[in-house]
Structure formats: C-alpha cells, structure tokens
C-alpha cells in the first residue's frame, strides 16, 4: 500500500519507515510483535509511514518460534545502540540493566515506549533529563494500568485543569484476592492460594500484595497529575496481606467493601507561617486497604480489572476502567503510545515533555487526614465505651459513630472516627490495645469518605 | 513567573507568548476565560509559553462585565481573520456563520479548538481538509462527552489497536429523564416537565430528546473509531419521546433498564461475491433506547452524567465515565485541547490530522443485527401463542424467550427474539399489530446482548 497518503488530504510523498527494536517477546513483547506484523497496514495509514521491526531482543532465542529468526538477538545493549533504530520498545522490565539500555537509546535521540514503572517510578528523573537532553521521546502509558488510558488523559487531556485528586485500583492480583474474599467469605490464605492456582498471583506474590506495583504506579500518576517529582519512596505503602475475614464483614456492616487503593492527593498544608489564609500546598501518596461504600463507582470494580478515579477542579469527577495488565492489553497501550512517537519522528516534533514545575513537596503520613474504623472486643460491662471514647478524646480525635454489640461472653465496640491525623489515629489504636477492658482489636482500617 | 521553564532540562529561553481569541462567552466561554485568567500561571508552564487572551467574540458586549472590556468585540469575523491570533476557542455552536469563521481561522493557519458536535458532524470532512491544506490543528474534545477524555483515547491511546464498538451515553438531558422514570415510575411527559423545570432540558428539547445531539456525537465517535466518514446523516436516530412507563417496567421485568444508546460497531457484511470465509466490513452508528442488562457498566450511569464504553481487539473493554456537559467541565475539555494546540505551535508540529484511510460504507438499519423485545395484549385463548410465533418464524426470527401472563379479560405475551436483521423484526411487529388475537403492543424495544 502508498503510505502517507490519508483520505481527502493532499498526496504526500511516502514518509521513510519508521523502524523499531524490541527488548522482550514474553507475555507482552509476544503480542506487541503480532499486532506490529497483523495490522502493519493500519498502523502504516495511521501513522503515515511503515512501522519496520528491524530487532528484537531476547534471553532465549530458541523460545520464540513466532518471531522471525533474522530478527531475534540476545545483545540487548546492541539493539539500543543501533543507530538505524527510531524507536526502542522495552517490555523486559527491571531495574539493571534496562535503566541502561533506555538511556542507551535517548542519549542517541530514539524514542523510548516502556511499560516499566518499577524503572520509571525509580529512576523517572534520570530519564526524562536523558530524554530532554537528547530532544527524544519518553512515552510510557503501559506503565500504569495497563490498556486503560490514563498517562495521555492526565498529563494532555486535563492539561489545562487542576487535578486534585486520583484513586484508583491499580493492581489487578490484589483486587482479584479482595474481590474473592468479599464474594466467598475466604480468608487472605485461602485467596492469595486460589489467586496463585488460577494465575492471576505470582509464586512470589510480594510486589502485588505487599503493595510495591501499586506504589510505583502512584508515583508516575502522582509525578504527572501534580506536576512534582514522586517516587516509589515518597508513596506510603500498606498491602493487603493483613486484611482478614473479620475487616470484609465489618466492612459489609457499615455499607463498605474493602479495596486496595493508590491514592494521591492535592492537599492544602495549614500551618503556614504566613497566617491569614494562606497555605501551601503538599502531595500525599499512599496505597493502602480502605473500606469505600459500596455505592462508589471503584467499589464495584470486581477481579481483576483496574479502574482509576480523577477529580480535578472544572472537570469533577472522571473514572477510567478496564484490564489492568495482560499480554494484549498492554500491548495496546504500548502501540498507541509507539504510534505517537512515531508520528513525532515523522512530523520532527516531541510530546509532551516531564512537567515538574509545581515541585510540590510530600505529605508525611502521620499528617494524612484519616478515618479509620475499629472493631474491638470488650468487657460487657457498663463503663468501657467511656474509657475507649476517652482514649480517642485524649489524643483530639472527635467519633462519627459507635456501635455496641452484646455477646455471651464479652461485648464487641465498633468506632468510626471522623478525620484526624493519621498517626494521632494510630497512636490511639495501639493505646486501646494496651486497655484492660479491651481485650483484642479485631479490625483496624481506613475509610474512605468526605474528610472534614 | 519565568515561562518555558521545566524543572530538570536544561534552560530555554522562553518562548513567545500563544495568542487566543475565543468566539463566545456563555456558559462554556466564560469557564474557558476563568481558567485561562486564574490558572495563567500553571497553563503557561505547561504550555511552555503564556497562553494570552487578546479577544473575545459576543453578541451583546455588555452582559460579560467579568470579560475585560477592551477585549470584547461584536466583530467575530474580525476577530477570526486577526493574523496575530494564533488560536481560535470556539464556543457559540451553529453552524452558520460557525463555519466560515472557523474556516477562516485555519485558512490562515490558526490553531481551531472548537466544542460545536453539529458542525464538526455535518461538516467536518471541509473543516478537515481546510486544516490540512493549512498545517493547522483542529481539537474538539469537547465536542463528545463533556469532560470526559474520549477523542485522544480513541485517536491517540488505541491508535495501535482495532476499535470494534464504542457504545455511550452521550447525552445527559435524555438520561435524567429515563433515569427519573425508571426512579420515580413516570411517565415521559411528566419526567421531562421535571427535567425542565431542574434546568436539565431546554425550552426547546428537541435536540435532546429526538436524538440529534447524541447522533452527531455518534458520527463524530464513528469517524474517529473507524477512520472513515460518518456524518450525522449516516446516523439512524430514535429518540426517547416514544418511551412509556410501561417499557421501563418491561424492562425491569427482564432484568435490564433503558438506555438511549449511541452505538457505533465496526460490523462484518456477509453475502462478499467472492464467497468463502471472505467478508468485508462496514460501520453501524445509531442512536436509540436499548433495554440493557442491570449489570452491564453504562447501566448504572444515572442522572446527568455521560460514560463510553469502547471495546477494541487487544485492549479488551474500557469505560470511560464523567460529566457530560456544563460549563466548567466543558471548559475543562477545551483548555485540555487549548494546550495541546499551543505546545504543538510552540514546537513547530501538528496533532493527528483527519485519518479516513478506511473509508468504511455504512451498513442500513434494516440489515443491522437487533434483538428484540415485544409485549402484546393478546386474547386468552389457546392458539394465540401459536399464531405469534408463527408470524416471527415467516419472518425466520428465532424467539429467545416467550413469557405469557394470563389476566381477567386478556393476557399480555412478552416475547424476546434472538438477533434478527432490524427490518424483518420491525416488517414483524408491524405483522403483529394486524392480527385479530393482538389488542395492542404495548411496548417495543430492542435489547442489548451478544448477537448471534
């Protein structure tokens, strides 16, 4: 087919071929490479020149039958350094040495698609500095929640807005393990086990449950959304290995269903030397269980799809939903944003560079406003919802509700606090653990819900 | 504040300040002014350069005392032909005089951002070709959905994808209404006197609730879905007048609520006189009340809000979901595109141009694959069944499910068909209402589900 040539626009000579090196044909590069070769007519007219895969990378080259084999190597580093490349495509993942391989590739100006947020949430400055310096294209939609676009709504379509705030349930296996215990009733073992029988966990579940996938997640949308520089450190990070059974059904109780969220916020820092009204501004990142109603639309977000939340100031209140990861999906995300990077090759222009103008400083946890709810087990006997109610006043933190439960042998107390610092939340928790009326906390988390 | 600065690359000097003229100040026009004043700074970050208001197009100079007076003119063909502008925000709708001053504008080379859905419908394929032969960038985010980021997903975020449905709600006036019925149990006239008296209908409704704003969303989502030409003509249009309280309770009955749907598929056209597994494809876009499943995702968008729900062959199914009008997220979309534009003058490049590579025919309504649901008031008598069923199986419709309910005078019969071509099961029911057995048909709708 003629290339360059769109309907009802003047004829253009055929640009050159934008050619593309891979690092990576598993789950993600595998299908990355099909769509390059199944719909290279379409992605041609689209782009205005031929996508050419001149070089794919891999450990192994005896495991990848579908690639054709003049095109497989194992010299990674080779393949970035080649200059006839435009665009290098990084599926590997980790840390050392793909950092190398991508600054490889800006420092000689080509442009770099990666779906690595270990990497980018890690050492994201090193690399937006290299790809500045050179003039080349970063682009990394993949990165977070998979097929979902979310970077290009962020950093492009909101450009002109003021996001304040965005949630999401952006890990798909602990979504999946929450969901199962919300449904069957099973507790985290149980679910974790059956997650990792049906794939959808790790043998080593740590970066998913432990929370680190998400956490580097809400470092790029932080970083992009707020205009500063968050990294995987500066995010807050809880998982989900501690939810039990009892955290579900005191969730359900109080019209809640418990998620993992990636949370990042605007938030205004009172305290401001300056008096008056004034005050400045902080980011806070965090990832952690919340109980959020049931009627919020992340709450019906089930398995193991992701779905993010936006609120931003003339806008309101957007949400975004799809598969979080998967071969395919990622691939999607990966091939629009190389289609981008190649129109720019094309047209000699880049996108959107790194904005870190705002360089808004990190809210430290402690200063987080909280809710949290507590379940406790007590002595039934008259006085002790004065002594617990007691311990929360002493630390300044004011209760929403409270509801007593009778019981055979002892009586249970369940608090819903109203917004507080958080460490002021958590010094109180582990105080009523120390109460001799208290005999054990049974449930401890955050809700989510308007804070004062 | 020094512009064209980003933190962490290396100084720029800054570069010229973008110059905008916005024909329009009311409800959108005056959000755009507020953002571009009140977030100047953040917006010429972003940009690299100030983005300065230096016009303002309205009809009665005196109704914007918010609009510093030596911008306002009356003159906005004067104002379009400036060559100092550089970018044209258009916010007063129409199509004439609209079209000739956006033509002007990028006859000249200005970047156009427009939220006009009719005109772009009607008349984009000459907008688009006037851009082209210009360089210039034509935006209209806004145009679809409000707020929502759809037009860049669909362009840019799946451009290395193969979209094969995008199906939403796009208009918010028809929603509130058939969210209040099925809410409230009205009927349409009283639900839409209530949607007037809120301020969520016009005096006027008709382009509301007759389907035309949502067709010409329809067009535009098709056109970019597709790469081809759909323009509003090509739509097949029902509005929501003819919806009765009695179809919403029919739908509740089979577990699903009513919908007006926009619904563009990239469909597979049988009967290719090549024959064998051969096919080629065409594009539906339509726009009418669908009784869709409780649990499906759009079935849950209530009240004013808008969501799109795309499905594409690598990504799998994403929903889009947020406000669809208003002034402030309206503003927020044209800022978001305001930017895109400027960044794209500052470098030098252009945004996607027009991509109708595909050129796609449009497949008719009567060949569209539908399902059906029918209820009859019918006599009570053995046969009936038989002589109904009889008329759809002339018609070689195969019924999914028949549910009849005997009553003191007559019964109603409730029957769903499985898919059928939308010309022989409206030839059917149009069969039906001519028998001696059938009273009345009392409600007809298609339903969504998995054609066969």
Redesign the interface.
Known sequence: MTTG??????QRSPAPAVRVGVLGAGVVGS?VIR?LTE?AD??A??VGAKLELVGVAVRHPTRHPDVPAGLITTDAAGLVARDDIDVVVEVIGGIDPTKSFLLTALHRSAGVVTANKALLAEHG?EL??AA??AGADLYF?AAVAG???LI??LR???????ISRIMGIVNGTTNFILSAMTDTGAGYPEALAEATRLGYAEADPSADVDGFDAAAKAAIMASIGF?S?VGAADVHREGIAGVTAADIDAARRIGCTVKLLAICERVRVAGNPAGGDNYTEAVSARVHPVMIPQNH?LA?VDGAYNAVYVE????????????GA?G??T??????????VA??KI????G????????LPIQPMGEVLSRYHISLDVDDRAGVLAVVAGAFAEAGVSLSTVRQEGRDADASLVVVTHGAPDAALAGTVARLAELDAVHRVTSVMRVMGELR
Do not use: C, K, W
């Open positions: 040539v769109t309907t009802g626009s003047p299908q769509l719909q379409e992605l007219a689209r400055p937006y500095a500045d310096a939609e097929a979902i676009p290009r709504p492009e379509s909101l450009a002109g807005d003021r205009h520089r639309p019906v931003a100031e003339a806008a309101g209140r957007l949400m975004f939903y799809g598969p998967g395919a999906p691939a999607s995300a990966v091939l629009g944003d190389l289609v981008a129109r720019n047209a000699g222009g880049r959107p560079r790194e904005s870190a103008y705002a360089a």
